[in-house]
């Protein structure tokens, strides 16, 4: 491979690029491969998105080929001679020299420039923003080891890298490695023991089919999808008081259950309020964009923190489901992508006219009561809504109309003003000070609704009233009032502007909905709203959608994605390892598959690649230490999740109940110590003890220790992407947390029914086989007999300790001895790792 | 058909996964690991600008230059106490008490809770010039007065946030949202940490509640999860899980350890994954943790004399046990130790928080426990190599807070992000100076302005780092402590 290193000034190796004799051949210049990169990292800081020296930005090829503020053309395509750039870049005066102030470019790269511009300076679109097209299968050297097509691409790659695929990993292994993948826990040993003795050769693939059938399975993604959709249990911020949401979690396990294809998964999470005639479960679905914090905390600005929400679902749609860091073009043109700062408010404008407006009881809201109240909360709810009618139209009567003009002239009366609500007040006096015919319909709609809020009239008073205790007898129902998204009808819609310099209250041009020009336009006959944007998503032409998130369960499996960067397909995120599998894999999803999720993941874990051995060895970590090149199969450590269920799986402990209200599973006390806050963890005392980790509840300023020192992230925003740690707190947490030794105390029950304590080898063996469903070999096992000897010399010496330690009196030593035990292999790099 | 690009030169997770093997460590994963890293052994990638090997990763580092402080201990005054009545010394507000704010102060302000006209406040406590520097200090900080000749002030800093907790994350790394690194994460990457035996970075907080940002102020954002800060608490376990089950006493647990690593080297013969030498090594760690934890958080065994100094009492959690805390820490090479006192909140809506009640109280809990700090590091030597920042998250209005628009039952300011005081003591702070002044009522400043970046880059100048080249690849960009911007104030700089 020919390779062209980069210096960085302090010596230190900063970029590695495939030249390919491109620069110094005197061949083709291709701008992607040899100079977008030039740009990116010597150019684009001041001739960029955000800095735009000298009228000069090198993002879009219209904008580099007009004359700069100088007057001069900074490229003349056909003509480098006469293009100020390169009089720049090699300007012999270090003072006019381009880029001002750092070393030269090299000859090589100034040489590729030239060429580039002799060539006609043709700027070609991102790879990421060109649809992807399947690949013919390539040619590979040993036809018998692919088992599916995407192992093909594979093969030729590693073909070209001079490497060889490992051997299949063996049944146990590859069983217990599948299995965690797909339903997030082991299988039961004797699940394994029929699977590894039954000599079909279709027997894997039934045991995956069961795998993928299991309710266990939407369990495991779930956890997934919900890093992303940044659920939690609580609002965020300063008091981060509890919210219902945990029906929009339920939506996402059932989905993933009932095998929903991802483009409609997609279509009701981000417009199901927009469908024709849309279910419960599809309102319940748009929650996903409720996840946004709502800050609650004194003298804040409900427009500033409904504006923020809003900001979080643009960027949070955009990395989701284009792994595209649209954030950036919030306060100005984005950096390095080609992507303007007016491109951000268009998408803004999607979703800046919904109903939700930073408040504590999060409305709108779909209540849904317990079976037995089901009729008469469903009554009280159509009374609210018929109130709420009633006083629009009281409100549009012309005597309050007056009237609540008159108000706003009072309303500069500081005493006036403080009647409101604080977080109002200054959205209202913002609206207020606007002269009525500018104000939008929505700015309209506040001040009559405010005003109704604060009025003496007396019908309006009396719907107050009577909607408050409609209210209160809600909530004597104790119903689940999930956030939904809704949106503001005709006549009441906002207007979106670009906001200068991110600065909610600093107004440029009005813009409509749109999505980036980069990304493709938006196809004819889509809806200008949410609907259409859920829909240009998922349309045939959307070149990011597919690859996104065929990368995305990728890196669920392998640790780490085609893309590394798996929230980042731009310019500056890391180049797919291997762009011909990622390409097929996304024609195949959306095409053959039709974005079922367990077709895809099918394909992938029947795979020779996925069945690979993950043993490596030093040469191999050496030359790709990351295993990107998949001459190998994965090995990583659990997620906080899986180790937890894993832990309670092992112990028999785990409930299989599914769904419902988030649970508290003990916690060490004085976790939960927030400002203004008098919300108390109470501890569970039956099996909700025992479930799995996504249905712990979810404090954002607080969450789960136990978890998080496992890096599941506080879910504030969304997270593409954990990042794996190896640190001491993680092995604290698995040797003394109580909740960990809990566990194993129960599987040293399990291990000693297998034939009484007398039989010490026979329980250790079983333990180890329980644990890591594989026999011990000897030296492993007389380690864990000279352990189980200690332990029991100990607890017979000194019985307390051995009833402390089974939480309960009279356990026995024995039984305390094989806690130890069990706790010892619950600790074991294999037990916390998938290999 | 587009060819793979190479990817080798830019791995992210690669230099994330792997840490924390130390080449000093004891114990059986440490021995199988110096025959095991043989040069062969695969190093993380470089990073720019520091030679972080993430392999090692709280392994001590020379910064860029020679530091003039070698720790930080960083005071929070968690809810922004008032510059006002503390070092900000305004006689012409004492004079303009009670009249009506001039509207021309009001224009293009947003307030968290002033709303129309509110009055103007003066000083709620008389003032006194200490020392041979002549500082002004309110007779709220008796102590404090005895030490001013130790520190430098920054009388006008400033911020762009008006709530607490965007303007706690903006102070503690560098942005008004969630997802940067904290300093304390930026310095112990840089630096790593003296001892291996105690958490790098440890966080301290009183006050009854946390940081109003939650645990994102001393996180490690997108650096490795390895240096985000550690909560160490004076009751129960000083870190969680720290103490071994009930019933397992610790010679068990050492015979339990030999047995997971001595599986574990099988494991690590057969698989071969260098993951498995650092689950070892981090065995190891947890394991002199669970000694070395306790012992230096446990104050009881200091000498009457100096819980008198400080004020402290054992067994109970407050800032001033905090502030002996952080001075065992030091001693015992913790690079950084963050230190959060919640109340200082003093809208004047309730009695605790008031500037004539609440406010009160929360300078007797923080001046004797902060003089005391300065004065024996001092008498330790450590003071030379060890910077202290005090301050808040912004300033208080030289306006009386009227929320709502009518008067709060208890005297009280609102938010300021326009003007706010800092100081600095120790590890090349040039000691009695004043920089930086704000107008004459306190509300904005008038010279020597500096924001949040500059004390972050100045904090990183003392420790021997160019801000601008300590940085972080992350999506596809170097990320540093100070973004864009920051210049280290040379005026307070030894």
Known sequence: MNKRIWLAGAGVIAVVLVARGAWSSGGAVDFNRDIRPIFNKKCVSCHGGVRQQADLSLLFREDALKPAKSGKRPIVPGDPDASEMVRRITHPDPHDRMPKGRDPLSADEIAAIKRWIKQGALWEPHWAYVKPVAAPWPAVSDPAWPRTDLDRFVLARLDREGLTPSPAASCPVLARRASLDLIGLPPALERIDQLCADRDPKAYERFIDELLASPRFGERWATMWLDLARYADSQGYEKDPSRSIWKFRDWVVQAFNRGMPFDRFTVEQLAGDLLPNPTEDQLTATAFHRNTMTNDEGGTDDEEHRTAAVIDRVNTTFVVWQGTSMGCAQCHGHPYDPFRHQDYYRAFAYFNNTADWDQTNDHPVLPSFPADKDREGRALYAVIRGLKARAESLTAAPAIQTARREWETRLMVPAVAGKLKDTWQNEVLRIARTPEADRDGEQKMMLDWVYAEVTDDPALAAIRKERDQTWSRINKLAPALTPVMEELPSGRRRRTHVFERGNFLVHGAEVEPGVPASIGPRPAGLEPNRLGLARWLVHPDNPLTGRVIVNRFWEQLFGVGLVETSEDFGTQGTPPSNQALLDWLAVQFTTTDQWRIKSLLKDVVLSATYRQSSVTTPALTERDPQNRLLARGPRYRLTAEQIRDQALAVGGLLSDRMLGPSVMPPQPDGVWQRPYSGEVWKTATDQDRFRRALYTLWKRTAPYPAMLTFDSPSREFCVSRRIRTNTPLQALVTLNDPAFLEAAAALARRMADSGGPADVDQALGRGYRLALLQVPDQASLAALRTLYQAALAHYRAHPGDGDSLGGVAGVGPEQAALTVVANAIMNLDQFVTKE | ?494
């Open chain 2, 1 to 494: 058909m587009p060819e793979e690009h190479d990817f080798e030169g830019q791995s992210l997770a690669h230099v994330t996964r792997r840490h924390f093997l130390e080449a000093g460590a004891t114990g059986i994963g440490a021995t199988a690991l110096a025959t095991l890293l043989g040069c062969d052994t695969p190093r993380g990638t470089p990073v720019p600008g520091i030679a972080r090997n993430l392999l090692d990763p709280l392994s001590p580092l020379a910064p860029h230059f020679p530091p003039k402080a070698k720790r930080v201990i960083y005071l929070h005054m968690a809810g922004a106490p008032s510059q006002l009545e503390l070092f900000d010394y305004k006689p012409v507000l004492a004079r303009l008490n009670g009249q009506l704010c001039p509207e021309s102060l009001m224009k293009g302000k947003r307030f968290a809770f002033i709303r129309g006209i509110p009055k103007m406040l003066g000083p709620q406590a008389p003032f006194n010039q200490y020392g041979e520097s002549r500082a002004w200090v309110s007779d709220h900080l008796p102590h404090f007065s005895r030490i001013v000749d130790d520190v430098a002030f920054l009388k006008a800093m400033r911020t762009d946030q008006f709530n607490h907790a965007p303007a706690q994350l903006l102070v503690h790394t560098g942005s008004p949202r969630i997802g940067r690194p904290s300093i304390g994460a930026w310095v112990t990457y840089g630096l790593g940490s003296e001892n291996q035996n105690l958490p790098a970075f440890v966080v301290l907080l009183s006050g009854g509640v946390g940081p109003d940002a939650g645990a994102s102020v001393y996180g490690s954002g997108f650096l490795p999860s390895v240096y985000q800060g550690v909560q160490c608490r004076s009751s129960g376990d000083p870190v969680l899980f720290l103490s071994d089950p009930k019933g397992l006493p610790r010679d068990l647990r050492r015979k339990s350890l030999d047995a997971i690593n001595a599986l574990n080297q099988r494991e690590h013969e057969a698989a071969q994954d260098p993951e498995i030498l650092t689950r070892i090594a981090q065995y190891e760690m947890a394991f002199r943790m669970q000694l070395s934890v306790p012992e230096a958080m446990d104050i009881e065994k200091e000498p009457a004399s100096v819980h008198e100094m400080y004020g402290t009492t054992p067994g109970t959690t407050s800032f001033a046990n905090n502030c002996l805390l952080a001075r065992r820490l030091a001693e015992r090479g913790v690079r950084f130790v963050q230190l959060f006192h919640w109340g200082w909140d003093s809208h004047g809506a309730s009695a605790s928080e008031a500037l004539n009640k609440g406010f009160f109280d929360r300078c007797k809990e923080t001046d004797r426990a902060i003089a005391a700090l300065v004065t024996d590091l001092k008498q330790r030597g450590l003071l030379d190599e060890t910077l202290i920042v005090w301050g808040g998250e912004f300033g208080r209005t030289p306006m009386q807070e009227n929320r709502s628009g009518a008067d709060n039952p208890f005297i009280g300011r609102d938010h300021n992000a326009g003007a706010f005081t800092m100081w600095l003591a120790g590890g090349g702070i040039k000691p009695g100076v004043t920089h930086g002044e704000t107008d004459e009522i306190g509300y904005e400043g008038i010279s020597g302005q500096t924001d949040v970046n500059d004390l972050h880059a100045t904090m990183l100048r003392l420790l021997g780092f160019n801000h601008e080249r300590l940085v972080y690849r992350f999506q596809g960009r170097d990320f540093r402590l100070t973004d864009v911007s920051g210049k280290p104030i040379r005026e307070i700089i030894a």
